[in-house]
């Protein structure tokens, strides 16, 4: 696994420590619904998780990253790189940031590290994510980061139990 370096944070691998992480977004209302993040963090369920994501890029679907202070190295969120549609020249971003680290820039910055990361990879052109419309940090996130939206797609994902609206966001390769 890489390390990807921003100003304020990097993008690495997770550790078996990023159990802080994942406890503290178990109860979040929609982290859990959307993420394989567990909702009871208690016992081995947060390590599992933790795990899982360190198992990503040696299963071929594709890279997780803890985002983490560039200070400190704590843990503030997840972001991950999607290769399942690499055949069609496209990847996909996921990601999501602690409560407590919010409304600092981190989602924003990790963004931006890492498309420009993934767009320099060979076979990659663009790169895509979804955001769900009320969502607007996250999409004001995104926009920040340099993704434009491209439209709005009706009944896109199942979220705890029921289809909801996504906007699409890419970014492109510009050569």
Known sequence: MPVLSGPHLRCRAF?????????EVADDPL???ITTVPT?????A????????QARVTEGVGYSFAIADATDDRALGQIGLWLRGLEHG???????????????????????VLSAWGLS??????????VEPWNVGSWKA??????Q????????????????????YSRINAS
Do not use: C, H, K
């Open 15 to 23: 550790r078996d420590e990023d159990v802080a992480v994942v406890r």
């Open 31 to 33: 982290i859990p619904l």
């Open 40 to 44: 009871d963090s208690e016992g081995g």
């Open 46 to 53: 947060a390590l599992a998780y933790v795990r899982r994501q």
């Open 90 to 112: 496209r990847a996909n971003i996921g990601y999501w940031v602690a409560p407590s680290a919010r409304r600092r820039g981190v989602a924003t910055e990790a963004l931006g």
């Open 121 to 130: 990879l060979p076979g990659v052109a663009r790169v895509e994510l979804y």
């Open 142 to 147: 995104a926009e920040a980061a340099g993704y």
């Open 149 to 168: 939206r491209e439209g709005l797609l009706r009944s896109w994902q199942l979220v705890g139990g029921q289809r909801r609206d996504m906007f699409m």
